[in-house]
């Protein structure tokens, strides 16, 4: 299959901690991805995973791999305004070179 | 300059018009690449270059011309656009080994009158 899938929106107050989940179908992904997009701007890499582990953590940022369930998670732990943006998890998979898959993205808002 | 530079950021032109984009990597990267963000639609890869060559046009329409003189520098000649080609172009880079993450620029805003 061709789809990575996400949420649409994800509202979560200041200060608490954010999950931001995808789903993908192809069992041959070997680096998983997450951007942030900003307003008028071009894609952040945050982090990335290899497929064979499992977490992955940087700071204010977790993630977690179920590969079974084919299923990838960003965690932001105390959440702040400046975390308001478009988050897209991508993969890239056995076979298909450096090409990137990318999800239709989660619009995170963050309320006071 | 650092990362990927895109050149202009906001372009309006007529659908008689030719233009080009330029983007630009100072990575040290040998991959490069041209995304399509159309609103509400997910993120639509273009073109690839791998070491200056081009290795896949995703069917895209022969009004986009992209050239890739070196591995630094990516070009898109755009000449009689269509007013669904507005979208935001953007230009990511990357190595052809490892992890091979891309780095994206900041996009060119393109309108089509």
């Known amino acids: 299959g061709e789809d990575v899938e996400q949420s649409l929106f994800l509202s979560v107050r200041e200060g608490d901690s954010s999950v931001i989940n995808c789903t993908y179908t192809?069992?041959?992904?070997?680096?998983l991805y997450w951007y942030k997009q900003e307003p008028g701007a071009g894609l952040q890499l945050l982090t990335y995973?290899?497929?064979?582990?499992d977490m992955k953590q940087d700071q204010r940022l977790t993630v977690l791999l179920n590969k079974k369930d084919k299923h990838l998670s960003l965690r932001i732990a105390d959440t702040q305004t400046g975390d308001s943006a478009i988050y897209f998890c991508a993969e890239t998979r056995t076979g298909g070179g450096n090409k990137l898959t990318f999800g239709t993205g989660t619009q995170l808002k963050v309320e006071l | 300059e650092t990362g990927v530079t895109q050149t202009p950021r906001h372009l309006v032109m007529g659908m008689t018009n030719k233009k080009s984009l330029k983007c630009e990597q100072h990575l040290g990267h040998n991959a490069m690449y041209w995304y399509k963000q159309s609103a509400k639609k997910p993120l639509e890869l273009m073109f690839v270059?791998?070491?200056?060559?081009?290795?896949e046009n995703n069917s895209v329409p022969s009004r986009f011309s992209p050239e890739c003189p070196n591995s630094s520098h990516l070009f898109l000649h755009l000449h009689t656009l269509q007013p669904e080609d507005s979208a935001l172009y953007l230009c990511?880079?990357?190595?052809?080994?490892?992890?091979?993450?891309?780095?994206f620029g900041p996009g060119t805003r393109l309108t089509v009158t």
């Open positions: 995973i290899f497929s064979n582990m």
């Open positions: 192809d069992s041959s992904s070997t680096y």
């Open positions: 990511a880079s990357s190595l052809l080994e490892g992890p091979r993450e891309q780095y």
């Open positions: 270059y791998n070491f200056k060559e081009q290795t």
